[in-house]
Structure formats: C-alpha cells, structure tokens
C-alpha cells in the first residue's frame, strides 16, 4: 500500500440535513481535507439531493474546499451559479455529456478545479485525450444516485489503470479520488488499487458513532 497522505472527501449526502453545519465543523476539526456535495437532478440519476443554496450555507461555516459532484444533465447551465456560492472544485461526467471539453473549459475560466467522474461500466480509457486539462479523475465505485451502497470490486482494476494513466501523463498534479460504499473495509484496498483522495458517506455520517470517531476508524484502516 502507498505510505503517501491520503485524503479524505466526507459527502454530505449522508448527513443530519437538520444539522448539516454542526456535521460539517466537526469533519473540518477531525482532520477532513474536503468536502463533498452530491449534485442530483432525477433524471441524469434517479434521485433528487441538493442545489447552489447548499454550498453557500456551507461556505458560511468551513475553510475547507467544497467539491461540487455534478449528477445533472446539463453540468453547463450551473457551475457558475455553483462558483459564485462558493464551489471551489467540480466533477462532472462522462457519460452523457457530448462536448466534455467545453464543460471543463467552462469550469476553467471560471478559476476552479476541475475533475471528470467515471461511472463503473466506463472504460478508463476515455480519459486518455481529456486527462491533461484535469486537476481531478473520480472514479465511481457504485452506479451513482444514492448513498449507503455496496462497493463494487470489480472496478478495482480500473482505479489501477487510471493510476498509471495518471502517473504517466501528469504524474502529481491529478487527484485519483473513489466515490461510492468506501468504508474501513474498502477504503485500504481503493488506496492499494491506486486511489489518493477518498469520499465517503454513510462511513462517516451515520447514526451509530460521532463524524469524528468515524474518520479517525477510517484513517486507522488506512494505516500500514
Ligand atoms: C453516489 C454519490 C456518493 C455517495 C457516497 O451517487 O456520488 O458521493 O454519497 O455515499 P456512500 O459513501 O454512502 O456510498
Ligand atoms: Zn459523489
């Protein structure tokens, strides 16, 4: 396993909405690198979560980067509602998007990071001629819309391939971050897999333990 820091991205989806500042402030003190918001707009996923309004109440009570995970069929018509909230990073997808370039170019000129999402049946391969205007790779480990999932092996591999596509063309200045059913099981083996940056939900928000002893279970997972 890589002995380099690893990050970690805890997603408010699975947060107390009804305290979703207090959740934040306490993920920001337990040593949270970013954090991430998942943007859905039910119909490019078939689930309904959250809009710009969030990120600038957020932007009220933590120092921390907001990543924006854009879920949503046209990623154009909203980043600059979501920059001027206070979005300080993107990812958007793939799939579904037929001038990606001129998403991210979009995203660029407005002086934010940006990143491009891959969904688990989506070949690495199609980062190959977008890669070079990336800050960020994410690579899906459940099919997106909902939190609370079960992480999909199978894309092990893939996250290994992004990570020498990665090293080969841009070695240090590209994020590998995961995204879906990342937990004190999982996270060790998406690190070893490639994996440098981690977003998890429910494995840091839930009912049974504090946000604070959950990221502290899953950085000891992490430890060699
Ligand atoms: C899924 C989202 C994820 C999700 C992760 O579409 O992109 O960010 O919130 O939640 P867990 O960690 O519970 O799988
Ligand atoms: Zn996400």
Redesign the pocket.
Known sequence: MTTKAIKLAP?ILAADFARLGEQVAEAERAGADRI?V?VMDGHFVPNLSMGAAVVRSLRKVTRLPLEA?LMISNPDFFVEEFAQAGADSFLVHWEGNNDLSRTVQCIRALGKRVGVAINPATAASVLEEILQDLDQVLVMTVNPGFGHQHFLHTVLPKITRARQMIDQNMPGSCDLEV?GGVDATTAPLAVAAGADVL?AGSAIFNDSESVTAAMERLRTALRP
């Open positions: 997603s991430h998942d995970h995204d977003v």
